[in-house]
């Protein structure tokens, strides 16, 4: 597990666009690249749009959450300006009962949140592991209710060989960072320990200041 500190928050844009370039230089292709929703989700398209187009077009997205009430998890990426990058083509979104993707990933953004979840993998909510990638979470502890997301067995599946970002950006994420480092906990209550747990290529990106 890698550390990249960021002076500001708004400085994962230029981490973003800058992996995104290496990656094309690196993989002929197809690029595949996972990200859930919530605040950081505006500089990971903001990022995304500092890139030149011939590499964008090479890009397959997955939304690895998407909220089934209220705003959707695609309206804050439309807000921050995705089709200015893309074509909703090349936008995964999950749905119940469907897979989320036949290709594995190549990165994954994940946000991670005050109680350390991720996607929409809450602490003491595990999902089922019987071989489904997406499932969906009737009783959220955050609103909304309702959410389709990425089970563990789909991150299992598609994203053990790619880089795996954690994102704890802001001072509200400083209690799940720190618990996340102290190594004591797993996922059953710390979801986001589930990469540092199963050995994941992970690193962790923060503007939190010790």
């Given amino acids: 597990m890698r550390i990249k500190q960021l002076d500001h928050m708004q400085d994962l844009e230029h981490f973003v666009a800058q992996d995104l370039i290496m990656l094309a230089k690196q993989k002929e292709g197809m690029l595949h690249i996972a990200l859930s929703g919530g605040r950081s989700a505006r500089f990971i398209v903001r990022g995304f749009l500092a890139v030149q187009p011939s590499i964008l077009g090479r890009v397959h997205l997955y939304l690895v959450d998407e909220r089934l009430e209220g705003e959707k998890n695609l309206d804050t990426l439309l807000e921050a300006g995705l089709e200015r ?53 009737e009783q959220s502890p955050k609103p909304p209710k309702r959410r389709a997301t990425l089970t563990y067995y789909g991150f299992s599946k598609l994203a053990r060989n790619a880089t795996v970002f954690l994102l704890f950006l802001g001072e509200g994420k400083r209690d799940a960072l720190e618990r996340l480092m102290s190594g004591k906990e797993h996922a059953e209550t710390l979801p986001c320990a589930y990469f540092v747990d199963n050995q994941f290529s992970t690193w962790i990106i923060t503007d939190l200041k010790e």
Avoid at 113 to 133: C, K, N, T, Y
């Fill in 85 to 137: 990058a893309f074509s909703l083509t090349q936008l995964s979104i999950p749905e119940a009962q469907r897979e989320l993707s036949t290709s594995p990933f190549d990165r994954v953004y994940l946000g991670v949140g005050e109680d350390g979840h991720i996607a929409s993998l809450f602490p003491g909510r595990r999902p089922e592991q019987d071989g489904v990638q997406v499932a969906v979470v």
